[in-house]
């Protein structure tokens, strides 16, 4: 699949990122709980989504739904690469006045340093998950996945498909709670109706499900999917401490270096 830039510029970025290991920051409570500041070590690379930018500031960002649902700044950010549906590249974000009150922004997507342009697709078969010609999101409300389950769209699902696309071959999930209860929503201010509740518990239900069945496909393709997450409702992957992936993902850039003799002249052996 292509990405384009706001420009309409097709551009192929696959294998971007070709065997190294991503953290996807997710938005759960638990990203309170432990300490982000060590995604930001030498060597690691951390994609977030929604507005789990206001938590971590990231390298990579992806949403699916309309921009002016996430904060500004994070737009304005030119060192953190943002993905976007195409058919959202024009709309205009918005901006905070306080107090739970906003404006429309002057400014669109389009206008947004370091932003790239996907195309959504409209289904999910979790035996072509990582060939479709975009980035599958889930069914509409009408329409039965390849498991039966009518709908299901998510942002998360759309992440891991961009980061295998990017060649991550290993992704860790921080934030995965995959619970949500009315006092436990986010990792940021924001509130949810009961209703909003549990609809996102369902929608985790049903993840969990797809997962499960893109397991073998994901290894098949050598992509590896840990969750970080303590007490997470997410079963589908194996478990791994955030303190030990922080310390896999970063051995390889954060062996110390001397700095002298870089510059002098090869001496061939």
């Known amino acids: 699949m292509n990405v384009w830039t706001t420009s309409w510029h097709a551009c192929n970025l696959e294998n971007w990122f070709r065997g190294r290991h991503a953290f996807l920051v997710l938005s759960g409570p638990s990203l309170n709980d432990v ?10 690379v951390s994609m977030g989504v929604n507005n789990s930018w206001l938590v971590h500031r990231p390298n990579l960002w992806l949403c699916v739904d309309t921009p002016n649902r996430f904060a500004d700044v994070g737009w304005k950010d030119a060192g953190i690469v943002k993905f976007v549906p195409a058919e959202h590249a024009r709309s205009r974000l918005r901006v905070s006045l306080g107090g739970g009150k906003f404006r429309t922004s002057q400014f669109r997507v389009d206008e947004m340093p370091s932003t790239f342009a996907y195309r959504r697709v409209d289904y999910f078969d979790h035996r072509n998950f990582l060939d479709q010609p975009g980035v599958p999101w889930g069914c509409p409300s009408s329409v039965a996945d390849s498991l039966g389950m009518k709908g299901k769209r998510s942002c998360m699902q759309a992440a891991i498909a961009m980061l295998a696309y990017l ?8 934030g995965a709670d995959f619970k949500m209860t009315s006092d436990r929503r986010y990792a940021f201010d924001e509130g949810r109706t009961a209703s909003a509740v ?4 369902v929608l ?10 893109l397991r073998p496909h994901f290894a098949e393709r050598g992509v590896r999917i840990l969750n970080t997450t ?6 589908a992957f194996d478990h791994m ?7 896999r993902a970063s051995n390889e850039a954060s062996k110390p270096v001397e700095s002298a003799g870089w510059y002098e002249p090869v001496r061939k052996r």
Request: aromatic share 8%.
């Open 198 to 201: 549990r609809h996102n518990n």
């Open 241 to 247: 401490p955030f303190d030990e992936a922080v310390d």
């Open 167 to 174: 060649g991550a071959s290993t992704i860790y999930l921080v």
């Open 230 to 235: 303590a007490d997470s409702g997410l079963d």
């Open 35 to 44: 300490d982000l500041s060590a995604l930001s070590r030498r060597g690691i």
């Open 204 to 213: 985790f239900d049903s993840l969990n499900k797809r997962f499960h069945a």
